[in-house]
């Protein structure tokens, strides 16, 4: 396994993001990589198997289903990047369906991911695996450094990630991803769809509380790396839609005014008062086609898993 990242500047831009996103005026925020450590990433795992949550089992049906009709349009000579691979279970479907030698490279900001990745891939005799420990940005732009110039570059964006942007911020991560493509290049990427808002709300706020736990995890994360004094039983779970962005909220909630120190630093926190730490933003199923179109791509098939509400989209560079 191949690591871009040292731990140490890991924990400089943990740090920073956190110092920062805790100073803001208004609304206090975290950005949502930091929900999966080694903890986080197994609970994510547990929210998965949930009877709330049918996001993932919807993917695994298309995946399942038409995995055939995804690997025809690749390459023969082909390396695939994955980002975010977590444990690879998913991504088992579209190798095994390739039933030729590739290059398969998931790339993790978790080298427990990645190590969980690899030892659930490694039986699938005809992919070598390289992880990467990296930002997607800068994973992806390492294997299209170490890509041949005859190999089409295939790359897997699942589990509706691209949700975790605002519209704006997708699109900007998108022509990013295409700006280290080659024309006829291709992307695979998985939307989550529009559903009744019960539905919704019930797969982001379980009844076990699951996915409670996985959001204040984020707080034990900041006071064990980070030297941070948060008190979970005074952070609450919340989950909100925004209308207007179509998309869930996660956030903890102060249950009264303290002031949290994290490190040498200290952050009052009023009573109500809440760290956004993730959005789930939902889609329309034509709005994938205007995303292409919009950042360098052209969407050429898209599936659809009924049952949940679900998409999965084949982008291809122009």
């Not at 919009?294 to 084949?314: K, V």
Request: glycine content about 6%; charged content about 25%.
């Amino acid at each position: 396994m191949t690591t871009l990242t040292e731990s140490t500047g890991f924990i400089h831009e943990f740090t920073a993001d956190v110092l920062l996103g805790l100073a803001l005026n208004g609304q206090k925020e975290l950005p949502s990589k930091y929900l999966y450590d080694t903890v986080g990433s197994r609970l994510f795992d547990v929210i998965t198997e949930l009877p709330e949550y049918g996001l993932t089992r919807a993917e695994e049906r298309i995946l399942k289903r038409h995995a055939r009709e995804i690997v025809v349009r690749l390459s023969p000579r082909l390396a695939i990047a994955e980002l975010g691979s977590g444990s690879g279970r998913k991504t088992r479907y579209l190798l095994e369906a390739l039933r030729r030698p590739a290059m398969y490279y998931p790339i993790e900001v978790s080298s427990d991911a990645l190590a969980l990745c690899e030892r659930e891939l490694s039986d699938i005799d005809c992919i070598a695996i390289v992880g990467l420990e990296a930002d997607y940005l800068d994973g992806l732009a390492e294997v299209a450094r170490r890509r041949t110039a005859d190999q089409q570059l295939g790359v897997l964006f699942l589990g509706s990630t691209i949700g975790n942007f605002e519209r704006s911020a997708a699109l900007a991560f998108l022509r990013r991803i295409r700006d280290v493509m080659k024309p006829d290049d291709v992307l695979v990427i998985a939307t989550d769809l529009m559903k009744p808002l019960p539905v919704l709300m019930a797969a982001y706020d379980d009844p076990l509380g699951v996915t409670a736990a996985f959001n204040r995890n984020l707080l034990v994360r900041i006071n064990r790396e980070l030297g941070g004094n948060f008190d979970l039983a005074q952070f609450a779970h919340v989950a909100r839609f925004n209308e207007d962005q179509l998309a869930i909220e996660m956030h903890l909630q102060s249950m009264r005014a303290q002031t949290v120190r994290v490190g040498d630093r200290s952050f009052a926190f009023r009573e109500g008062e809440t760290i956004w730490t993730e959005s789930c933003h939902k889609y329309l199923p034509e709005e994938p086609f205007k995303m292409a179109a919009s950042s360098g791509f052209r969407c050429d098939q898209q599936w659809i898993d009924r049952e949940w509400g679900f998409a999965e989209n084949l982008f291809t560079a122009v």
